[in-house]
């Protein structure tokens, strides 16, 4: 069975900190995908980032930054010089790769990141 | 171009009471789910469907039924309102074109509040 485990259920950090929202996977898939997930105070859920069981190099986008580490099973999350706009709840998903279990998304339980000017 | 788009965005319900939270994308996705969000639980999978014509359950789908009758469509049925489906559900598609960069990256409804007194 698939599962997704956000250990972190609130962080609280001030403004211009660095932080890591943590996300560790369990899957008996050799092929399967990754997510990242933001839901601001407004509800909607974001699209933040795709990642699949083949690619391991660590990406980037702006300030933010995603490492993922198949050999310890995470996918985890740094945000670096946190703004108030990033204060949201962060969900980690994971998905199988074949036609059918690709569209069995599986959701962790969030991280509450609270950013204090 | 709308999305996936999911109605009503609110509903009261009184226990014992049935209806149908309605969900269209015009994407052409083939993945189409509902999930529920309550507090401190993440976004837990009711339903999902591969494509017209063919559902499965997910991980909480006691008290609820759909059907894919059209690539577009994938309503959600309550068969008798309980309080404890008292949650936030969305609804969301995502496509099988797994080479593109967002692949089977899910896009979510804005979700529905439903209350059941």
């Known amino acids: 069975a698939q599962k997704v485990t956000q250990a972190q259920t609130e962080i609280s950090v001030v403004e211009k900190e660095d932080v890591t929202l943590d996300c560790v996977y369990e899957?008996?898939?050799?092929?399967?995908?990754l997510f990242w997930y933001k839901q601001p105070p407004s509800g909607e859920l974001v699209f933040l980032i795709r990642?699949?069981?083949?690619?391991?190099q660590n990406e980037i986008s702006g300030r933010y930054s995603w490492n993922f580490q198949k050999s310890t099973s995470s996918f985890n999350f740094t945000i670096t010089a946190s703004q108030v706009v990033d204060s949201a709840v962060y969900f980690c998903?994971?998905?199988?790769?074949?036609?059918?279990?690709?569209?069995?998304?599986?959701f962790g339980s969030g991280t509450r990141l609270s950013i204090r000017p | 171009n709308a999305g996936v788009t999911q109605t009503p965005k609110f509903q009261v319900l009184k226990t014992g009471q049935s209806m149908t939270l309605q969900c269209a994308q015009d994407m052409n996705h083939e993945y189409m789910s509902w999930y529920r969000q309550d507090p401190g639980m993440g976004l837990r999978l009711i339903h999902y469907?591969?494509?017209?014509?063919?559902?499965d359950q997910g991980e909480v789908p006691n008290g609820y039924n759909v059907s894919r009758s059209t690539t577009e469509d994938f309503p959600l049925r309550l068969l008798s309102a309980a309080p404890s489906q008292t949650s936030v559900y969305f609804c969301?598609?995502?496509?099988?074109?797994?080479?593109?960069?967002?692949?089977?990256?899910?896009?979510f409804g804005e979700g529905s509040w439903l209350t059941v007194v």
């Open positions: 969301a598609s995502s496509s099988t074109d797994f080479a593109s960069v967002t692949g089977n990256t899910i896009y």
């Open positions: 899957t008996r898939d050799t092929t399967y995908y």
């Open positions: 998903a994971l998905s199988g790769g074949d036609y059918s279990s690709a569209s069995k998304i599986i």
């Open positions: 469907s591969v494509g017209a014509g063919i559902t």
């Open positions: 990642r699949n069981s083949f690619d391991e």
